[in-house]
């Protein structure tokens, strides 16, 4: 599609967070960043309201654990970026909202590697 003028985006929130991180991972930290800002924007809006979820086919999960998952994310991305107070910040923000054990596991490994990059680029 990209070869005949007509640009690719993604549509559904975990491809568009997957492409974000894809981007942080090939060094376009402002592809990702922006990736995460309409994710962030959306997530926000919607994790204010009672009750809603986000349904995937096998899983359920309310809007205000994507929230934090994608400020994981925009955590993860400052701390590539060299940007350590924004890191601190986003994933301090982050840790503030309530998570489900499972969940909190998984993202154990991503909140770590943002501390290291953080101490890492702090000496």
Known sequence: MRFIGITVKPSKWNIQADYSIAQLRAGNIYTARKEN????????????????????????????????EFIIHRALIEAHAKKQ???????????????????????SFIIREIESLIKSSEK
Do not use: M, P
């Open 37 to 68: 800002e309409k994710l962030l924007k959306k997530s926000t809006k919607l994790s204010k309201g009672r009750g809603l979820n986000y349904r995937t086919e096998r899983n359920v999960r309310t809007y205000k654990s994507l929230n934090r």
């Open 85 to 107: 107070q924004e890191a601190k910040e986003f994933l301090s923000k982050a840790l503030q909202i309530h998570e489900v054990d499972e969940i909190k596991k998984s993202q």
